[in-house]
């Protein structure tokens, strides 16, 4: 079974510039979750797809945005880049029951510069 | 929302040694307790995880505990060797998974 996938695996972008980060998740899991990576304070939840729906946001400005598609690919945006937005973009997938096991892609190294 | 808090945020010990890992959760809802490795450049992968009905759960030389009374839930690693330093995240999960901020665990041979 192949593992969750990330495109692209870096990217630089200029501030103000907007970026759309993708995630192909395992075969027949239903459910992708973003998070965000920088030193120092861990993995901060961005927000949750299931069947093409966000069905939990954490604390991010409106900047970021994601959506899932029918074949439960998803995507993140952030628009309007600022320097802070550098970080690491790492996606994970679930069946779909909340209580399993999160699976985790190698991540979007984005870098605003 | 759910706030998970985790300590120490850097732990060094010798080989052999044990190390214990702390996180406490807010939500009184999370039912769900993962503990996730994540090795240099590598993404987080899942160790061990417990679910609220249990108090205690075991792999080898890696325990967690859970006292859902006090909200607090730990990581016990024994007889730790080199391969097992890395960056140990805690979450909780009453749906969507919450993330501690790590602690970073060496391991001196």
């Known amino acids: 079974k192949a593992g969750v996938t990330q495109t692209p695996r870096y990217l630089i972008k200029t501030r103000g510039q907007q970026v759309t980060l993708s995630c192909s998740p395992i075969s027949g899991h239903r459910s992708v979750s973003w998070y965000q990576q920088t030193p120092g304070q861990g993995l901060q939840f961005l927000f949750e797809y299931f069947s093409e729906t966000q069905r939990n946001k954490g604390n991010f400005p409106g900047r970021f945005s994601g959506r899932q598609f029918s074949n439960s690919r998803s995507e993140m945006n952030v628009s309007t880049l600022e320097l802070g937005d550098s970080a690491l973009y790492l996606c994970a997938s679930r069946p779909g029951q909340p209580n399993t096991e999160a699976f985790f892609g190698q991540g979007t190294r984005l870098t605003v510069v | ?109």
Not at chain 2, 18 to 24: D, F, N, P, R
Not at chain 2, 68 to 80: D, G, N, Q
């Open chain 2, 1 to 109: 929302g759910e706030n998970v808090e985790q300590h120490p945020s850097t732990l060094s010990v010798q080989e052999g040694d044990s190390a214990v890992i702390k996180c406490t959760y807010s939500d009184s809802a999370s039912n769900y307790f993962p503990w996730y490795k994540q090795e240099l450049g590598k993404r987080p992968q899942l160790i061990i995880d417990i679910r609220s009905n249990v108090g205690e759960k075991k792999d080898q030389r890696i325990a967690v505990t859970l006292n859902k009374t006090a909200k607090h839930f730990s990581l016990h690693i024994t007889e730790t060797q080199p391969e097992d330093s890395a960056v140990y995240f805690c979450a909780a999960s009453p749906l969507e998974l919450i993330f501690g901020t790590g602690t970073r665990l060496q391991v001196f041979p």
